[in-house]
DNA sequence: AAGCAAATCACATCTTTATGCGACCCTGAT
DNA sequence: ATCAGGGTCGCATAAAGATGTGATTTGCTT
């Protein structure tokens, strides 16, 4: 048996999905609650292994009360059950340690089964949110498609100022004299339009060269 | 009509696939290869809206004919369908801009879905991936709880810092004199146990502390 | 009231970076 | 054979950054 905690305002929509799972065999719904005053109290006492979270909750929100779960029982799964399907929103409680993030459009049979997969290690995620995420991941790259034409020894050199290094740590790491690092520097910052170390570091993380 | 191209070297798969699809209503199967050998003039005469993509394939890997896609045509997009479920191959494929992640265990009837999914601009993706996904955003942050208190003015600081300005350009930008950026940079340099202008702004970012 | 950390500024000194101007060697392309 | 570009090095100067020492003010805690 899997035990639910449920957090939901809305006293329909609370009632609907309770329904929902305490007909579901495996699912044991143990706390329905329409907010968060309590639930440092709930958690430790229900000891739930999903939690399903609404966003837009009276006082605490359900964002901030993901890593209040989180620090009472880290292995509690928790998934986001909402209306909001905007950036910010998703990344936040993702940040704070949701496993699962719905829209709440999500036909009852698929919030069933996404319970069973959040709690087997998967993360249920709405196809368009899914999007955001890899959004996020592929615009890191979209720049490397501007080509710098950085030399092997020029991509040497940057990594090591992306390391930290200073001139005469790289110098010392390539076998090379400190003139001639300051030479290949002088030309990777032609290459990449700067004129100081920390842009030249910045555009290299920003764009991915290194 | 959706046009679905399929990429698939093992020949009794494809042909199930390829059954599958053929059979659904409002998808058009405009092709399956064995191999990328002409990928490009595939995807070019054929203009399919939904790419389904092998990894293991002989030749051009699935991986690296991603981006050879999306350099033709933008638009398409590209649903990886394999049995690897290791994150560098997760990863990579993202970040070559797939735009779904499916494994093969997956029921047909999902397949199915997951390509209407991804043509209208969803991210399908089996919830073992999108866990490893979302893994990534958590580790992110979870250096942040090292709490190295900076004090409000020193974040400024090193804002500007991660910005790429000069000690002058910062001086200015908050309206105080240099020699008072110098000092809160000590002061940050002493907290964040580093001592140069680089391996700060390294570790702000690595540590998220902006 | 005393103590303390944050924020402000100053001056001095030394190190690191930035940049200008050359130079030599090697390799692959014209 | 010449030429371009990468990689190597040197010297010199100017700008930026790192560090030491110390001082004043403000606001919060004890």
């Keep these: 048996m899997i035990k639910v905690v449920y957090y939901e305002d809305n006293r329909n929509l609370r009632e609907g999905i309770t329904f929902l799972l305490q007909a579901t065999p495996q699912l ?14 709930e958690i430790r006492t229900l000891q739930p292994d999903v939690v399903l979270m609404d966003i837009d909750l009276p006082g605490m929100s359900g ?37 699962g993030y719905l829209l709440k459009h999500t036909p009852p049979s698929e919030i069933v089964e996404a319970i069973f997969d959040v709690h087997k290690g998967g993360s249920p995620m709405t196809a368009n949110v899914a999007r955001k995420v890899l959004q996020f991941f592929q615009q890191q790259r979209s720049a490397k498609t501007e080509d710098y034409n950085l030399s092997a020894r020029e991509l040497d050199i940057i990594k090591g100022l992306v390391s930290g290094y200073s001139y005469k740590l790289i110098a010392d790491e390539l076998h090379i004299s400190i003139d001639t690092v300051r030479s290949h520097i002088r030309h990777i910052y032609d290459k990449l339009h700067v004129n100081s170390k920390t842009e030249a570091i910045l555009k290299a993380m920003k764009e991915g060269l290194v």
């Design 28 to 41: 044991e719904l143990v706390g329905a609650f329409a907010d968060c005053r309590n639930i440092q109290e």
């Design 63 to 99: 964002i901030e009360a993901v890593p209040v779960v989180k620090a009472i029982a880290p292995q509690t799964q928790v998934m986001m059950l909402t209306v909001f399907d905007n950036e910010e929103k998703i990344f936040q409680a993702i940040r704070n340690g949701a496993s």
